[in-house]
């Protein structure tokens, strides 16, 4: 009977602790199925161990989860077989779509200290111990010397490497230079544009160095294949391909950021993130993958066409 009710009580706490870990691994991998996964599986080791002596049941179980990602993410790296073409390389992250009247209570935690869909793709560049040493550092607070022993550095050499991955994501974090309402002026303005394929239109609210990336998935798409466009030429020729779908197109908070989902046929077609500077939108995201929307939640905006 003691065994019992102290399972129960490990299990109450760590459905307390469940929102923090679900946000570590998504940040930490992306992906929020494989995010899932790991918390899932940090129950699982968490439900076999003698936690009696465990004093601070938060940082052990974010602990476990950082190795479970950190193996993740090691796996991965070391399937690419390939060099990554940047040109070319166009795999985006999970969104996490909201209605732009505000996220919902159960998106909070995930998308705490707006960890925007442009940083994600901006992670995904890093190393895995960047990576994990950053987003335990930068985001959650952790201390340096708690998350040296997880990717088997010293102290300071774990100090560089989330040094390291600040210089990386320093950029994606325009946006918040930007003030919301300014980056809604903006998404209503390139959505006016593309409805009149107004070439003049795009220009003014693209900067001159925009980048779009599209991430069609690994299977043979109508809009050809994933790929990344840079500059606001060729940008705005793509945006103009996208005139007869912008009728479909909602705002929508995507990671906590003014952004857009685009529908045609009643089914969702794209989800479109977006990062701003001081002379327009720098950055558009766009997830075609119909596999990976299907998955998705969408059904804030989903209630809106």
């Known amino acids: ?73 090691r796996t991965r790296a070391s399937r690419r077989e390939e060099p990554i073409d940047e040109a070319l390389d166009a795999a985006l992250p999970d969104p996490v779509v909201s209605s732009p009247d505000g996220i919902d209570p159960e998106q909070e935690a995930l998308l705490a200290d707006s960890i925007g869909l442009a940083m994600l793709v901006v992670l995904e560049t890093l190393s895995p111990a960047e990576r994990l040493a950053f ?18 550095r010293s102290t300071e050499a774990t100090r560089q490497l989330a040094s390291r991955g600040r210089r990386r994501v320093r950029g994606a974090t325009s946006s918040m230079e930007v003030p919301l309402k300014r980056q809604w002026e903006l998404v209503d303005a390139f959505l006016a544009a593309s409805r009149d394929g107004n070439l003049a239109g795009l220009l003014e609210v693209l900067d001159p160095d925009v980048i779009a990336r599209a991430d069609v998935g690994p299977r043979p798409s109508a809009v050809g294949r994933s790929r990344v466009v840079r500059g606001v030429e060729a940008v705005t020729q793509q945006a103009m391909a996208f005139r007869h779908l912008a009728a479909g197109a909602r705002k929508a908070l995507v990671n906590g950021s003014p952004g857009v989902v685009v529908f045609a046929n009643g089914r969702p077609y794209a989800v479109i993130g977006l990062a701003f500077g001081r002379s327009g939108i720098t950055e558009m995201d766009f997830l075609v993958d119909p596999e990976r929307l299907a998955r998705l939640d969408l059904s804030a905006i989903s209630a809106l066409t």
């Open 135 to 152: 987003v335990l550092h930068d985001t959650f607070g952790l201390p340096f010397e708690q998350i040296a022993p997880i990717v088997g």
């Open 1 to 73: 009977m003691p065994d019992r009710r102290r399972a129960d009580t490990l299990a109450d706490r760590f459905e307390e602790q469940r929102p923090h870990l679900r946000a570590v691994a998504y940040r930490m991998l992306g992906s929020l199925a494989e995010a899932e996964d790991v918390v899932q599986d940090a129950w699982l080791r968490a439900s076999r161990a003698d936690t009696s002596s465990v004093e601070n049941l938060g940082g052990w179980l974010t602990t476990i989860v950082a190795r479970l990602c950190l193996d993740r993410l």
